[in-house]
């Protein structure tokens, strides 16, 4: 799976950015089989997750700090996941990354969560939220 992002820029305080990230799955996979996450990073700071969305798009998770704010969102037709952020804040800024990963899934929900787990990652985008 390859995977680019993008829709990342500069952005006021209280403004709102909408992140896209378009897959290239092989012939003999379908995009709906991946679950897919959003994460960002600041320098110096380990990855953060932020939002993650299951492969028919019925379920999702956030993280605290973007929960009400933040809406994932996929269209499986066009290989897309996006990330809706509304009410951005300065502490928003960071690179925002796409992950994706195949089944089989961990019966245990926490590895949505975590970095090492998903097997797949977009080269990032450039979130910067001014004050």
């Known amino acids: 799976v390859q995977l680019v992002e993008s829709g990342g820029g500069l952005v006021q305080a209280g403004g709102s950015l909408r992140l896209s990230c378009t897959a290239s799955?092989?012939?003999?996979?379908?995009?709906?089989?991946?679950?897919m996450g959003w994460f960002r990073q600041t320098p110096g700071k380990e990855r953060e997750f932020v939002a993650h969305i299951s492969g028919s798009g019925g379920g999702t998770v956030y993280g605290d700090s973007v929960k009400g704010r933040f809406t994932i969102s996929r269209d499986n037709a066009r290989n897309t996941v996006s990330l809706q952020m509304d009410s951005l804040k300065p502490e928003d800024t960071a690179l925002y990354y796409c992950a994706a990963e195949g089944p089989p899934f961990k019966s245990d929900n926490l590895w949505v969560l975590l970095v090492n787990e998903y097997s797949y990652w977009g080269q990032g985008t450039q979130v910067t939220v001014s004050s």
């Open positions: 799955v092989a012939s003999t996979r379908t995009f709906s089989n991946y679950a």
